[in-house]
Structures are given as structure tokens and as C-alpha cells.
């Protein structure tokens, strides 16, 4: 959210931004819906909602940092996407009791990024 606030304030190439995105690559979203296994019941993760804010930052910085971020993101949506086209709910506590219609609709509006539908995702 901070890259994506630093890039419609017109800081899209920021120290900050760089540094936040160097950190997301490096942290990534490789472990689908996982919860940190010190307390599964109170961990901060969001997976679903972590995926699509970073997705938008990750956009707005766009290069090098886009064309690393993107692919992995697709192709650990598409592999954990259900045969009925639904993603699981998220293993958070709390995003969790939106069941799946939730994480669907993050994990679409994810992988439409590039298509720019939404004004958030427009350079």
C-alpha cells in the first residue's frame, strides 16, 4: 500500500519504493495461503489480500520489479486454483470467514492486473 501511495503522489521511483519492492521479491508469495506457523491463530498474514495489494504496488513500480513479481504470482494462483475455478478461503482468521468468494475475487482482480481495468492499476 505505501509503493502504491508513494506512486499516485508521483514518487513512483523512490528509494522507498525500490527498497519495498527488493523486499517483496525477496519475501514473495511462493507459500500459497500459508499462516506463520508460530500462532496460526492471531498471525497477520492476509495471503490473498497481501497478494493483490502487492500486485498493485509491484505494477506501479513496473520493470524489472513487475516482470520478476508477476509470472511467480500467476503461476502460484493458477496452481492452487480449485477445479471449479474457485481459489480456498484464506487461512487468516479473519479474511477467512469470507469463504472463498472472497479470495476469488482477489485472485482475480490479481491476475487482471496488466489488463488495467480497475483506475488503481493505470499508470
Do not use: K
Not at 521479491?25 to 495471503?47: A, K
Not at 481459489?87 to 482475480?108: C, I, K, N, R, V
Amino acid at each position: 500500500a505505501g509503493v502504491l501511495a508513494l506512486a499516485h503522489a508521483g514518487f513512483h521511483h523512490s528509494p522507498e519504493a525500490q527498497a519495498t519492492g527488493r523486499w517483496v521479491l525477496e519475501h514473495g508469495f511462493d507459500d500459497y495461503n500459508e499462516v506463520m506457523p508460530f500462532d496460526q491463530h492471531y498471525s497477520h498474514d492476509r495471503y490473498h489480500y497481501g497478494l493483490f495489494n502487492c500486485c498493485q504496488g509491484m505494477y506501479q513500480l513496473g520493470g524489472e520489479y513487475w516482470q520478476a513479481f508477476y509470472p511467480r504470482a500467476v503461476a502460484v494462483l493458477l496452481e492452487n486454483q480449485r477445479p471449479q475455478g474457485s481459489w480456498p478461503a484464506d487461512a487468516h482468521w479473519h479474511d477467512g470467514q469470507f469463504g472463498e468468494a472472497y479470495t476469488t475475487a482477489l485472485a482475480l482482480l490479481t491476475l487482471g492486473a496488466p489488463n488495467q481495468l480497475l483506475p488503481i492499476f493505470q499508470r
